[in-house]
Each structure stands twice: as C-alpha cells, then as structure tokens.
Nanobody, 115 residues
Framework: QVHLVESGGGLVQAGGSLRLSCAASGSIFSFMTMGWYRQAPGNQRDLVATITSGGSTNYADSVKGRFTISRDNAKNTVYLQMNSLKPEDTAVYYC?????????WGQGTQVTISS
C-alpha cells in the first residue's frame, strides 16, 4: 500500500506562484517515478510533470518554462513549483507514484487561478 499526502494548493491571482508538495509513505521503492497530474472540470486527467528517481524530468508542453518538478529522495517527497500561473492552470492537482507497473494517487489538491 502506498499513501500520498499532498499540500500547497490554493487561490492565487494570474501571474502568481504556488508550490505543491507530496509525501509518499508505505510500500515505496527508491526507483519509483513521481509526478503530478491535473484535472479540470469536464476534462480528463492530464500529465503535468514527472520525475524519475535519477532526476530525469518530463513536462506537458503547456507548463514548460513555468513549472518545475523536483524531489527529495530522502524524504520520499515530490514538489511542483508553479510560476507565472494562468487561469487555465485551474484544476485539481493529483500526486502520482508509478512503481512496479502500478499507479498510486493522492487525494488531490485544488489550485484556482483568478484573472
């Protein structure tokens, strides 16, 4: 069992910044890939960014240059620094761990960007 606890969502104005955190616990392995996905009302859940245990990153085109994913392997924690936020970034953001062919999800944290 993998347990993910997210924090850091909220309401900010366009152009502002937020930092999301997600701490993983339970049956986790150091080689897990961690990431963030988001889901806006009426839309599917889309990838935002992922990071491997070795630090390789992957970003959705819509967030490249604005968002930065990082992780602290000692704390089993992944972060998402979001800058230059836009109203279209409004969504529920979900933490994800991918290991052993399985995906595990956090409960989600709401991010709302006002124009």
């Amino acid at each position: 069992q993998v347990h993910l606890v997210e924090s850091g969502g909220g309401l900010v104005q366009a152009g502002g910044s937020l930092r999301l955190s997600c701490a993983a616990s339970g049956s986790i392995f150091s080689f897990m890939t961690m990431g963030w996905y988001r889901q806006a009302p009426g839309n599917q859940r889309d990838l935002v960014a992922t990071i491997t245990s070795g630090g390789s990153t992957n970003y959705a085109d819509s967030v490249k240059g604005r968002f930065t994913i990082s992780r602290d392997n000692a704390k089993n924690t992944v972060y998402l620094q979001m800058n230059s936020l836009k109203p279209e970034d409004t969504a529920v953001y979900y933490c994800n761990v991918h290991q052993g062919g399985m995906h595990y999800w956090g409960q989600g944290t709401q991010v709302t960007i006002s124009s």
